[in-house]
């Protein structure tokens, strides 16, 4: 069983930075591999990134953020940080980390464990 707690959202002027980050309980989380994903109001969740297990070698990220956001892991610290930078008024939306065991995965439904979600809000 792995708990996921996110940290890190706000308000923020469009072209501003935010950094959040997805504090993991349990003594295996670097077997897992953990991704964001977001929610605009009256839309579908959508993929963000994700990052490889164990030492995070591999990321993945959606083309929509490709460039901006950097996702990283510390496995000492049982944390996942998705770096926000160059923000739009379009990412605005609630941000939810996601764990699962084994490969990279970028769809909600191949994730196990999910937290509760960050709003982050960004205005022009």
């Known amino acids: 069983q792995v708990q996921l707690v996110e940290s890190g959202g706000g308000l923020v002027q469009a072209g501003g930075s935010l950094r959040l980050s997805c504090a993991a309980s349990g003594r295996t989380f670097s077997g897992y591999s953990m991704g964001w994903f977001r929610q605009a109001p009256g839309k579908e969740r959508e993929f963000v990134a994700t990052?490889?297990?164990?030492?995070?070698?591999?990321?993945y990220y959606a083309d929509s953020v490709k460039g901006r956001f950097t996702l990283s892991r510390d496995n000492a610290k049982n944390t996942v940080y998705l770096q926000m930078n160059s923000l739009k008024p379009e990412d605005t939306a609630v941000y939810y980390c996601a764990a699962r065991l084994g490969r990279i995965a970028t769809t909600g439904a191949q994730f196990d464990y999910w937290g509760q979600g960050t709003q982050v809000s960004v205005s022009s």
């Open positions: 990052i490889s297990s164990w030492s995070g070698e591999n990321t």
